[in-house]
């Protein structure tokens, strides 16, 4: 192979780097790349010759090209190996997240030239272990809305939004009526079953900026951020309109009924502070609603 860049003679073809299963390049101190092994160019879907004498950092993600360039230049400042996390472009534009270690190697007294070397990991498969493992933690597992913490992470935005921008803040604390009676006579398999249809309801009626969450049994709520009370109760109104319709499971026909309370808090209210008001009014609210819905 010929070396096309500066005085560095390419690996030896029929060594490790040809056939190691992990990505190997070569490149020069100011780094352009004079080598590649077969899985780097497999893993990039790009030949060899596309790749010589390209800028390695040309082929990062533009969004990480500022901490690639950094990570680089502290490689070449303390000649001393380094890990780094990143994503690359292959030929038709997918994006492939890698680890690098990279590494300085000095020149040696018959003339070869000081270089760096990198060792590239596609890590697709553990990024998305550790995606679903992070959508796991803060979902519920039946019906996919946001859990607890997730909810409380979203009204805390939202609360600093309103704080920030002055723009006020609602919450709807709902409760589905006899949802007890609905699992003791027809079982844990179709309670679930009806937990997942009003969740599914649920989300169909809301816009894009609130975020619905269970945050019980059968308690769920709705961050609204920047909303007026007047917001919150016409979706109210939508949510009696469309949720309370009977839920059919196989052969069962299943009637619902919820009830709904409303906090709300002005804009420029403390986070802190709102947080907590909200949570009391929408819950308050909320049993009255179904104090008022028995009798």
């Not at 979902?139 to 992470?153: A, E, K, Y």
């Not at 019980?216 to 109760?233: K, L, M, T």
Request: net charge negative.
């Amino acid at each position: 192979m010929t070396n096309m860049v500066g005085t560095l003679p390419p690996a030896d073809r029929g060594s490790a780097f040809a056939n190691a299963p992990m990505g190997i390049v070569l490149a020069t101190p100011s780094g352009l790349l004079v080598d590649a092994n077969p899985a780097f160019t497999t893993m990039l879907d790009r030949s060899a010759e596309d790749l010589y004498g390209g800028s390695v950092l040309d082929l990062v993600h533009p969004d990480d090209r500022t901490a690639a360039q950094e990570a680089y230049g502290e490689l070449i400042s303390k000649h001393r190996t380094m890990r780094h996390e990143t994503r690359l472009l292959r030929a038709d534009g997918r994006v492939v997240p890698v680890q690098l270690t990279s590494s300085w190697v000095e020149g040696t007294p018959d003339g070869d030239p000081p270089h760096l070397v990198a060792v590239v990991e596609d890590i697709t498969e553990r990024k998305a272990l550790e995606a679903a493992l992070v959508h796991r933690s803060l979902h519920d597992p039946l019906t996919g809305l946001p859990n607890r913490i997730l909810f409380g992470d979203r009204l805390r935005h939202a609360l600093e939004r309103g704080h920030r921008e002055r723009t006020p803040t609602c919450l709807l604390g709902i409760d589905l009526d006899g949802f007890k009676e609905i699992n003791d006579r027809y079982g844990h398999p179709v309670g679930d079953a009806v937990l997942v249809g009003f969740a599914e309801r649920l989300t169909s009626v809301l816009r894009a900026s609130d975020t619905a969450a269970r945050v019980g049994g059968d308690e769920f709520s709705i961050v609204c951020e920047n909303s007026e009370r007047a917001d919150a109760e016409a979706l109210v109104d939508r949510l009696r309109h469309t949720l309370t319709e009977p839920l059919t499971v196989d052969t069962v026909t299943i009637p619902l009924g919820m009830s709904i309370g409303i906090g709300t808090v002005a804009g420029g209210t403390d986070p802190e502070l709102g947080y907590e008001l909200l949570i009391r009014a929408a819950d308050d609210a909320m049993y009255a609603d179904k104090g008022a819905r028995r009798h």
